[in-house]
Nanobody, 118 residues
Framework: VQLQASGGGLVQAGGSLRLSCAAFGSIFSITTMGWYRRAPGKQRELVAA???????NYADSVKGRFSISRDNANNTLYLQMAKLRPEDTGVYYCNADTERIGTIFKYWGQGTLVTVSS
């Protein structure tokens, strides 16, 4: 599975951005997909995830502001971000999980930088 993320950029606080992540390769085996971020000086954290059935969960810090979705027909994952805050700044990585014989394999995109100015 290969993942290619796009859509990052510089935005003012209160603004919006939409991240996209295109999946290639053995996409039929993908189960859960998600977005993680690494803020400056911090460890990578889960932002949002969505199962193949469409069930989503979010980090408390982004609930009500971010929305994750996936287009299974086009093998693309999205993250719609609104009401952005400076603390949302970081490198955002898309992730896809596959499962074989009870083992979960995680795949990562290259990351896209989001910078929110105050």
């Amino acid at each position: 599975v290969q993942l290619q993320a796009s859509g990052g950029g510089l935005v003012q606080a209160g603004g919006s951005l939409r991240l996209s992540c295109a999946a290639f390769g053995s996409i039929f085996s993908i189960t859960t997909m998600g977005w993680y971020r690494r803020a400056p000086g911090k460890q990578r954290e889960l932002v949002a995830a969505i199962t193949s059935g469409g069930s989503a969960n979010y980090a408390d810090s982004v609930k009500g502001r971010f929305s994750i979705s996936r287009d299974n027909a086009n093998n693309t994952l999205y993250l719609q971000m609104a009401k952005l805050r400076p603390e949302d700044t970081g490198v955002y990585y898309c992730n896809a999980d596959t499962e074989r014989i009870g083992t979960i394999f995680k795949y990562w995109g290259q990351g896209t930088l989001v910078t929110v100015s105050s």
